[in-house]
């Protein structure tokens, strides 16, 4: 689809644009292969800032939107919360749990808002499916999956 194109990148990793511009030998071999293979596409890459750059900024993060809504359904795992025990009792302890309400979705979640952005409580019987599906968007390791839920 892009080959044989000429187009350009934009990008919000400064260090991306002087790149191509820097001596190979202060490249990593991982660093050299990389931009072999950005250089078959294209050597255009252009800076944008990151508050500037809306599409790339969507498309690099790993939303929960991000998971089917055909798979997820917010407004059961609302209902779930309701009746969940485990929940009833993080309610009561030093936890700090607020409801939140999810406009795309038009939903109201109970979630941890002790971190700077709200993290859904997941009652049980939808995490192994959430997990199922970030998992399977991209699987870095077993590590790196575990922080990338933990962070969200």
């Given at each position: 689809m892009l080959e044989g194109r000429k187009f350009s990148i934009y990008?919000?990793?400064r260090h991306l644009t002087d790149a191509f511009?820097?001596?190979?030998d202060k490249c990593s071999p991982r660093q050299l292969r990389h931009l072999d293979l950005i250089?078959?596409?294209s050597t255009d890459i252009?800076?944008?800032?990151g508050t500037e750059n809306i599409v790339a900024?969507?498309?690099s993060r790993i939303e929960i939107h991000a998971i089917s809504n055909k798979i997820l359904n917010f407004h059961e795992i609302s209902l779930s919360q309701l009746h969940d025990s485990e929940l009833q009792k993080l309610l009561t302890s030093n936890i700090i749990i607020e409801k939140h309400y999810f406009p795309l979705?038009?939903?109201t979640l109970y979630c941890?808002?002790?971190t700077n952005?709200?993290?859904p409580y997941i009652p049980k019987s939808f995490r192994s499916t959430i997990f199922e599906n970030i998992h399977n968007l991209s699987h870095p390791g077993i590590r790196a999956t575990r922080k990338l839920i933990t962070k969200r």
């Open positions: 990008t919000d990793r511009k820097q001596k190979p250089s078959q596409f252009r800076h944008v800032k900024d969507a498309l979705e038009d939903v941890d808002v002790s952005s709200p993290r």
